[in-house]
Nanobody, 121 residues
């Protein structure tokens, strides 16, 4: 079973920085894309950044220039460096991966459990 685990969330003041990490486990043949999404209670989950294999990262307009996504294709991890954080960045952040499962070849979409980021003074 493929699993994703996020870490690095917490409370930060406006203008501050946080780094989120997403690690994978389980039988993975290939990851086609990994990304970060976020959700505020009562609203739909929205894309933050997605990085396909061999392609450039696609960022939401609201985070361009402030957030940077870094993927390690060997370790199958994905980090999100968040700078110049704003109160409106407060949300639960979820890691997502589109995976080809090892052994079965099944295409899976996997979500982590989420990590809370709170931006407040």
């Amino acid at each position: 079973q493929v699993q994703l685990v996020e870490s690095g969330g917490g409370l930060v003041q406006p203008g501050g920085s946080l780094r989120l990490s997403c690690t994978t486990s389980g039988s993975i043949f290939r990851i086609n894309a990994m990304g970060w999404y976020r959700q505020v209670p009562g609203k739909e989950r929205e894309l933050v950044a997605v990085k396909p294999s061999g392609g450039s990262t696609n960022y939401a307009d609201s985070v361009k220039g402030r957030f940077t996504c870094a993927r390690d294709n060997v370790k199958n991890t994905l980090d999100l460096q968040m700078n110049s954080l704003k109160p409106e960045d407060t949300a639960v952040y979820y890691c997502n991966a589109k995976v080809v499962e090892g052994g079965t070849g099944r295409l899976l979409e996997v979500w982590g459990q989420g990590t809370l980021v709170t931006v407040s003074s």
